[in-house]
């Protein structure tokens, strides 16, 4: 007797177990998957290659949108008012991790939003100075990121323009005054002017509007040679800056190889593409169980010149051997 009411009650404690043990199997099937909130300054298209380039850096790490991870996106179309609101609107949703590529703007609205939720930011200005983390081997906090130093090359960049017109004396810089980090490229580009006994002419350009009326007056103020800040604004504009840079006989340098690529003149900059395959990297670590505040800020390793002999023909320009001789690519 005692062995079948052990035999009996050992049969209802399994039964028991196993009702237990498969709804939450059920549950753990049902789970739902992590969202990525994806919080960007300026428009969707001209961007379209670089958002691709975040998706295979997920994908190495084992994720991929609409299989095992989802993406809110939120464009703020230029205007840099409306990042506090969509970066509440992301946090409201209760997303795993933000993403705030090339763009300190939306990085600090993220960071004001939220101290829990996992913060990625790409910005070519210095973090530590704009106050988004501690130091960049130790983050700290909820942010982490890569950075381009995008902002700190418009000493190189004007010297690559001297080096190709050494003859001109008054460039000018496409800044828009929206941007938290511009004061940085106008400070680095005036300090090289004088090494060289160059003039600065600041261009502001906070709408693509403005960008059509500074072109305009450029013969005006007698600008030689242009150079174009890191900027969301410019890079989802690229196509009309290209294009009135042709038009108006303007030399210009640029900070992405997408604008040489496209028929600017030239550009030097850190790969953007790469930076933002490891944005990606960085958002699966992170959706695996990775600590912001232990993953350091990581640098680019190199920095890229590209040239376009197209272009500089249509501007009766030749680029000495020289300087052809340290691009990394000639587009003919």
Known sequence: MRAQIRRRDFLTLLGGATAVAWPM?????????????????????????????????????????????????????????????????????????????????AALAAQSATTTIPIVFGTGADPVRVGLVATLNRPGGNVTGIVSYNNELAAKQLGLLHELMPGAARFALLANPNNPSVEESITNLRAAALTIGAQIEILSVGTNRDIDTVFATLVQKQVDALLASPDPLLTSSRAQVITLAARHRVPTIHYMREFAEAGGLMSYGSNLADLFRQMGIYTGRILKGEKPAELPVMRPTKFEFVVNLKAAKALDLTFPPGLLAIADEVIE
């Open 25 to 105: 199997a059920a549950r753990a099937q049902q789970r739902p998957m992590p969202v990525i909130g994806y919080l960007y300054t300026g428009t969707a298209e001209p961007t379209a290659h670089l958002l691709a380039a975040f998706r295979k850096g997920l994908s190495e790490t084992g994720y991929v949108e609409g299989r095992n991870v989802a993406i809110e996106y939120r464009w703020a179309e230029n205007q840099n008012d409306r990042l506090p609101e969509l970066a509440a609107d992301l946090v409201y949703r209760r997303v795993a991790v933000i993403i705030t590529p090339i763009s300190v703007g």
